[in-house]
C-alpha cells in the first residue's frame, strides 16, 4: 500500500505566546496598532477640535442609544435584507450566463465585450441614471446590487468554465458525459473557486453601491442613517452604522473564504 | 488482419495529421479477445494519438477502427481507458470518482453500489472511498483510476502510460499488481509505454511505433509465461526480447539486424 499523505503544512510557531498559544505576537500585533491609533485619535479631538466631532469614546457612547432604536434595525434589515436578496438573483444569473459563455464560444462572441466593458465601468457612475429609471425606492437599491454581483460572477464563471483541464473533459466523453454533465458535473465544479471569488467581489461591490443608492436616493437603510446622522452632526451615530458595515463586509469576506475551503478543499493559493 | 471472432480490435491502414503535419500512416494492428497488446515508442511519436483514436477521442483522416466489428466514431462504452494524469475529479471523493460512469448511465444504486465496491476491493482502496484525490499520493490515485475504468466490466481497457506519472518503486508495483487483477479477469487491453521493460512485461505482444509520421517498425511476440511475476524480469527470455524491442527503436533503418520478425 502506498504511503498516505496527509498534507499537514508545518507553520513556525511565534515565540512569545501565552494560553495555548491563543495570543502570539502575529494575532496581538494588529490589537496594538489598533488601540495606538484609536489613542491618537481621541486625544487629538479632545485637545483641538469641537465637541461634535466623533471620537472613539463617543461612538462606544452611542452604540447602545443608536442600536436602541426602530430606525436601527429597520436601517439594517432592509440594507441586509437587500444585499444578500441581491447577491442570490445576481450569482445565480451570473453562473447561469457565464457557463453558457464560457462553454459556448458563439455565445462568448456576442456577450463577452459589453459584459467586459460594463465589468469594468464603475457602476457608481450609472446609480444617478437607475435611480431616474426605476424610481426613488428600494427597487432601484436592488436592482443596482443583482447589477453589481451578476457582472463579475458572469466574467469569472466564464473564465473558470472555460479553462477546464482537458484531461476532465476526455474522462467525461471517454465515460458517456453528455453536454448538460460536462456542463453541470464537470465545468461548473471545476471552477467553483473562480465562481467563489466573483460572488465575494460582488459582495464587496453590491455593498458599496447599496450604500450610494440609500444615499443618493434617500431609500431607506444603513447607507441613508449614516448620511442623516453626519447631517445633524451626530458624528459619533454616524459611524455607529459605519462600524456596522464594517462588520458586516468583514464577516462576508470570512463566511466567503471558509465557504470556498468547503466547496473546493482541493484548491489552495 | 481478419475481423474473424477472434478480433476485438481491429485497426486498417489507419491515418491521421494535424494540418500540415502527419501523425499517424498507414498503421494496421488487432488486439484478441483477451490479448494485452504494448504499443512502445519514443516520446511524441503518436501512440498516444493513435490510442485517442481507438477510443474515439479524435478521428482518423483516413482508415478505419472496428471493435467487435463496431466502427469507432465516438468512445464506445465497451471501451474504458486509464489516464497519464489519472483525471479524477478533485471534488469528488473516491467512491464518486469510481462510481462517475455508472452513474452516467444510469445504473440502479445497488448494482452501483456493489460494482464499486468490488472495483475498489480489487484495486486494494478499501477503507479510502471517502477520501479526496488530493489527500492520496500518486499512487493510490492511478488505482482509483484503474478502479474507475474496471468498474465498467470493459471489454477493450486503454492504457495511456498509466504509470509514468508514478515513482520508480510504485511503478512496479502496480505493473504486477496490473498483472495479477489481468490474470483475474482477462480481457482485451492496449498498453501504451515508452518505458521498454514495461512493455516486454505487460503485452502479449509488443508493437514497436516510430517515425515521422508514425508507422509500426516492428511486432514482437512475447513468448513469456502467465501468470508472470517479478521472476520473469531476470529471465533470458526477457532479457533478450528486451534487447531486440531497443533495437527496434534505436536501430536506424537499413542498417543490420532484422526489422520485422
Redesign the interface.
Given at each position: 500500500?502506498?504511503?498516505?499523505?496527509?498534507?499537514i503544512e508545518a507553520v513556525p510557531a511565534a515565540r512569545w505566546t501565552w494560553g495555548r498559544g491563543l495570543i502570539t505576537r502575529e494575532r496581538l500585533a494588529p490589537v496594538v496598532a489598533g488601540a495606538v491609533l484609536l489613542v491618537i485619535w481621541e486625544v487629538w479631538v479632545r485637545a483641538q477640535l469641537p465637541d461634535f466631532v466623533a471620537r472613539p469614546s463617543g461612538i462606544v457612547m452611542a452604540i447602545p442609544s443608536t442600536i436602541a432604536t426602530a430606525e436601527f434595525w429597520s436601517g439594517v434589515a432592509a440594507t441586509l435584507g437587500a444585499i444578500l436578496e441581491g447577491v442570490a438573483i445576481g450569482s445565480v444569473a451570473g453562473i447561469l450566463i457565464g457557463v453558457s459563455m464560457g462553454r459556448v464560444r458563439e455565445f462568448d462572441w456576442f456577450m463577452s465585450t459589453y459584459i467586459r466593458a460594463l465589468y469594468a465601468l464603475p457602476l457608481i457612475a450609472l446609480v444617478p441614471i437607475i435611480i431616474l429609471w426605476v424610481g426613488y425606492q428600494p427597487a432601484a437599491r436592488l436592482v443596482i446590487v443583482v447589477i453589481s454581483v451578476f457582472l463579475p460572477v458572469a466574467v469569472t464563471t466564464a473564465d473558470g468554465t472555460r479553462a477546464i483541464s482537458k484531461?476532465?473533459l476526455?474522462?467525461g466523453?471517454?465515460?458517456?458525459?453528455r453536454t448538460r454533465?460536462i456542463w453541470f458535473g464537470?465545468a461548473l465544479?471545476?471552477a467553483?473557486p473562480f465562481i467563489v471569488a466573483g460572488i465575494e467581489l460582488g459582495f464587496a461591490r453590491g455593498i458599496t453601491n447599496a450604500i450610494a443608492v440609500e444615499i443618493l436616493a434617500s431609500v431607506n437603510g444603513m447607507g441613508m442613517s449614516v448620511f442623516t446622522k453626519s447631517n445633524e452632526l451626530n458624528e459619533n451615530a454616524s459611524l455607529v452604522y459605519v462600524l456596522c458595515l464594517a462588520i458586516f463586509a468583514v464577516g462576508i469576506r470570512t463566511l466567503m473564504i471558509r465557504f470556498r475551503h468547503w466547496?473546493?478543499?482541493?484548491?489552495h493559493r | 488482419m481478419n475481423d474473424s471472432g477472434a478480433e476485438r480490435l481491429v485497426v486498417e491502414n489507419a491515418g491521421l495529421r494535424y494540418g500540415q503535419l502527419d501523425v499517424l500512416a498507414d498503421i494496421s494492428l488487432s488486439v484478441g479477445i483477451s490479448e494485452i497488446v504494448s504499443i512502445v515508442g519514443p516520446s511524441g511519436c503518436g501512440k498516444t494519438t493513435l490510442l485517442r483514436c481507438v477510443g474515439g477521442l479524435n478521428q482518423l483522416n483516413y482508415g478505419e477502427i472496428r471493435i467487435d466489428g463496431q466502427r469507432v466514431e465516438k468512445p464506445l462504452p465497451i471501451v474504458s481507458m486509464v489516464f497519464q494524469h489519472f483525471g479524477l475529479f478533485p471534488w469528488k471523493n473516491l467512491w464518486s470518482n469510481i462510481a462517475y460512469g455508472l452513474k452516467l448511465r444510469h445504473a440502479p444504486k445497488e448494482e452501483i453500489d456493489r460494482r464499486v465496491a468490488d472495483a475498489i476491493d480489487l484495486v486494494g482502496l478499501k477503507g479510502f472511498e471517502k477520501s479526496y484525490p488530493h489527500q492520496l499520493s500518486g499512487g493510490m490515485q492511478q488505482r482509483a483510476g484503474l478502479a474507475r475504468a474496471l468498474v465498467m466490466e470493459p471489454k477493450l481497457l486503454l492504457m495511456d502510460e498509466p504509470f509514468s506519472a508514478i515513482d520508480a518503486q510504485t511503478r512496479e508495483q502496480l505493473q504486477f499488481e496490473l498483472l495479477r487483477i489481468w490474470d483475474r479477469r482477462p480481457t482485451a487491453m492496449i498498453f501504451v509505454t515508452h518505458a521498454i521493460d514495461e512493455a516486454v512485461l505487460m503485452g502479449d505482444r509488443v508493437i514497436v511505433l516510430a517515425g515521422r509520421p508514425a508507422h509500426v517498425r516492428a511486432v514482437r511476440k512475447v513468448d513469456l509465461p502467465r501468470p508472470r511475476d517479478r521472476s520473469v524480469v531476470s529471465s533470458p527470455a526477457f532479457i533478450n526480447l528486451r534487447e531486440q524491442v531497443w533495437h527496434d527503436l534505436f536501430d536506424q533503418p537499413g542498417a543490420n539486424g532484422a526489422r520485422i520478425q
Open positions: 500500500m502506498a504511503t498516505y499523505s496527509s498534507r484531461e476532465y476526455d474522462v466523453k471517454m465515460f458517456g458525459a454533465n464537470i465544479p471545476s467553483t466547496l473546493a478543499p482541493w484548491y | -
